[in-house]
């Protein structure tokens, strides 16, 4: 959860009052409560489970289990709240909050994400969440995406323990650094394409790649978060029209509310560079709507001092026509016309697929605790009353859990 994320009641209240449902509502807490027990039910063999589209709600029962042998792989324990130690916040959001959490009993820390029922309710995102807990099952598979250890939920909550990846975002360092040169660009864009590949390979498209969502780890490498806004089920030709994602990173296709599939992904990494790059987006504007007409119709204004490698892949990843954008052309061999590109011609994919390719950045990290590399709007630390917010943030969420996801036996 990056720095558009804004704190919300949680912080402020308890619960709602309960009030009188109509036949409606009544309806939306069947479903709220037939989810739930998909999430316990789902939790131990998620892993094995197909990928299926659940844009809404009626497709729910999609995400019954299916068994087979991969189950073994993650074995279900029972987790709760009383398990973890609560350091620090690491986010707060619309939808979710963050904080960094020790398993009790070891030196293991962990980024505890805490969605209200209430809140998944509220805003009819009950497909969104569940199909959040599938991709991070899933992306135990891969180096370059966040890795879940464990799920489990209360009454009012659900609960994901992932990986506490403690190197900062992309957003801290670019704004840090005022962008990167081309070989740390040309690094960091290799580990989130060979991530994005996987995704689509899985028939997943991400839909909110941005510099917020691209964490650094201890040695350097990136870990794309977030699966909340991916979208299931993009194979053999089929695609969405859902309006989605950050305003900055919204491709002409989204826009204009035509089909597309992995062609947002590209477009977003082809923004990414280009803020990589020269230290600002390049279609930024303040207005939203004279924005979203810019990456309609203008073209970005590239710094004379980019090599001519580095321009043309961002012009090919910033190609209005999806049809013609790098990843996406038939006749170039889609994605693999990504590995070929002369831009990235000297990374070795073998190296970088299996994670052999030494960053040319590490963070400044003290311990696996360390909390220096996020911002202070955030974590609540360098204020006046941090330690009051972070007491009271705590309390306001401490209830006694119960259920349980898995134990991810990858991790």
Same mark, same amino acid.
């Not at 004279?290 to 004379?304: F, K, W």
């Not at 299996?354 to 400044?364: A, E, G, L, V, W």
């Given at each position: 959860?990056?720095?558009?994320?804004?704190?919300?009641?949680?912080?402020?209240?308890?619960?709602?009052?309960?009030?009188?449902?109509?036949?409606?509502?009544?309806?939306?807490?069947?479903?709220?409560?037939?989810?739930?027990?998909?999430?316990?039910?789902?939790?131990?063999?998620?892993?094995?489970?197909?990928?299926?589209?659940?844009?809404?709600?009626?497709?729910?029962?999609?995400?019954?289990?299916?068994?087979?042998?991969?189950? /073994?792989?993650?074995?279900?324990?029972? =987790?709760?709240?009383?398990?973890?130690?609560?350091?620090?916040?690491?986010?707060?959001?619309? $939808?979710?909050?963050?904080?960094?959490?020790?398993?009790?009993?070891?030196?293991?820390?962990?980024?505890?994400?805490?969605?209200?029922?209430?809140?998944?309710?509220?805003?009819?995102?009950?497909?969104?969440?569940?199909?959040?807990?599938?991709?991070?099952?899933?992306?135990?598979?891969?180096?370059?995406?966040?890795?879940?250890?464990?799920? $489990?939920?209360?009454?009012?909550?659900?609960?994901?323990?992932?990986?506490?990846?403690?190197?900062?975002?992309?957003?801290?360092?670019?704004?840090?650094?005022?962008?990167?040169?081309?070989?740390?660009?040309?690094?960091?864009?290799?580990?989130?394409?060979?991530?994005?590949?996987?995704?689509?390979?899985?028939?997943?498209?991400?839909?909110?790649? /941005?510099?917020?969502?691209?964490?650094?780890?201890?040695?350097?490498?990136?870990?794309?978060?977030? $699966?909340?806004?991916?979208?299931?089920?993009?194979?053999?030709? =089929?695609?969405?029209?859902?309006?989605?994602?950050?305003?900055?990173?919204?491709?002409?296709?989204?826009?204009?509310?035509?089909?597309?599939?992995?062609?947002?992904?590209?477009?977003?990494?082809?923004?990414?560079?280009?803020?990589?790059?020269?230290?600002?987006?390049?279609?930024?504007?303040?207005?939203?709507?004279?924005?979203?007409?810019?990456?309609?119709?203008?073209?970005?204004?590239?710094?004379?001092?980019?090599?001519?490698?580095?321009?043309?892949?961002?012009?090919?990843?910033?190609?209005?026509?999806?049809?013609?954008?790098?990843?996406?052309?038939?006749?170039?061999?889609?994605?693999?016309?990504?590995?070929?590109?002369? $831009?990235? =011609?000297?990374?070795?994919?073998?190296?970088?697929?299996?994670?052999?390719?030494?960053?040319?950045?590490?963070?400044?990290?003290?311990?696996?605790?360390?909390?220096?590399?996020?911002?202070?709007?955030?974590?609540?630390?360098?204020?006046?009353?941090?330690?009051?917010?972070?007491?009271?943030?705590?309390?306001?969420?401490?209830?006694?859990?119960?259920?349980?996801?898995?134990?991810?036996?990858?991790?």
């Amino acid at each position: 959860m990056g720095n558009s994320m804004t704190c919300f009641s949680l912080l402020t209240q308890k619960r709602e009052k309960k009030v009188k449902l109509g036949a409606a509502d009544e309806e939306k807490v069947i479903t709220l409560k037939n989810s739930v027990r998909i999430f316990e039910k789902t939790s131990a063999d998620a892993a094995s489970q197909p990928l299926e589209q659940t844009e809404n709600r009626s497709s729910l029962n999609d995400c019954s289990s299916q068994e087979n042998g991969e189950d /073994k792989e993650l074995q279900p324990e029972r =987790k709760s709240l009383e398990d973890f130690k609560f350091l620090s916040v690491l986010g707060r959001g619309t $939808f979710g909050n963050e904080i960094l959490s020790e398993l009790k009993g070891t030196d293991e820390v962990y980024a505890l994400k805490i969605i209200k029922k209430d809140n998944i309710w509220a805003h009819d995102v009950i497909g969104y969440t569940l199909r959040e807990k599938r991709v991070l099952t899933l992306a135990s598979d891969h180096p370059y995406l966040t890795h879940l250890f464990c799920s $489990f939920q209360t009454s009012d909550s659900l609960c994901f323990a992932m990986e506490y990846v403690n190197g900062g975002n992309l957003a801290f360092h670019i704004s840090q650094s005022h962008g990167f040169d081309e070989p740390r660009t040309r690094y960091y864009a290799a580990e989130i394409a060979c991530a994005l590949m996987f995704l689509h390979g899985k028939g997943i498209i991400h839909r909110d790649l /941005k510099p917020e969502n691209i964490l650094l780890d201890a040695d350097g490498h990136c870990k794309l978060v977030d $699966f909340g806004l991916c979208m299931e089920g993009i194979v053999d030709g =089929k695609t969405t029209d859902s309006f989605c994602g950050t305003p900055d990173y919204t491709s002409p296709e989204m826009i204009q509310s035509l089909n597309y599939g992995t062609s947002v992904d590209w477009w977003a990494l082809g923004v990414i560079m280009f803020q990589m790059m020269t230290g600002y987006r390049p279609f930024h504007d303040d207005n939203q709507e004279d924005m979203h007409e810019s990456i309609v119709t203008a073209e970005p204004d590239y710094p004379p001092n980019l090599s001519k490698k580095a321009v043309s892949v961002l012009k090919a990843f910033l190609e209005k026509n999806p049809k013609n954008r790098l990843g996406c052309v038939e006749s170039q061999g889609k994605e693999n016309a990504i590995k070929v590109h002369p $831009f990235f =011609k000297k990374i070795k994919r073998a190296l970088l697929e299996q994670r052999k390719i030494t960053s040319p950045f590490q963070p400044q990290i003290m311990s696996k605790r360390d909390v220096n590399n996020f911002e202070e709007v955030f974590t609540f630390q360098g204020t006046k009353h941090s330690q009051e917010d972070l007491s009271f943030f705590i309390q306001s969420i401490k209830e006694e859990f119960d259920g349980f996801s898995f134990i991810n036996t990858k991790y």
